[in-house]
């Protein structure tokens, strides 16, 4: 079974007080997905901890993975401009 980060996330998060965030940062980003393709990103996110503290490993690309392996809307997520 191939790695998957989304699920990581996931397992990350549960484990996580209440009141952590996401904060959309707005610079070139690349991943590479499970066919060793190299895709790029005008964007990425990343999630802090609630004092505002980046979360080790909490960092990738698309907002709707993670909205699906949470089991939530993406409008549900908590998202920081």
């Known amino acids: 079974m ?8 996931k397992r990350i998060l549960d484990n ?9 940062i707005d610079q ?4 590479k997905n499970f066919k060793g393709e190299v895709i790029n990103f ?7 901890d609630n004092l505002g503290v980046p979360i080790r490993y909490c960092k990738f ?3 709707d993975r993670l909205a699906s392996v949470l089991n939530v ?3 549900a997520l908590p ?3």
């Open 28 to 31: 070139p980003t690349k991943a």
């Open 16 to 24: 996580q007080a209440q009141g952590w965030f996401i904060k959309r």
């Open 2 to 9: 191939p790695f998957n980060h989304y699920a990581k996330l």
């Open 79 to 81: 998202i920081i401009n």
């Open 42 to 48: 005008d964007h990425y996110y990343r999630v802090y």
């Open 61 to 63: 690309q698309q907002i």
């Open 73 to 75: 809307p993406v409008e």
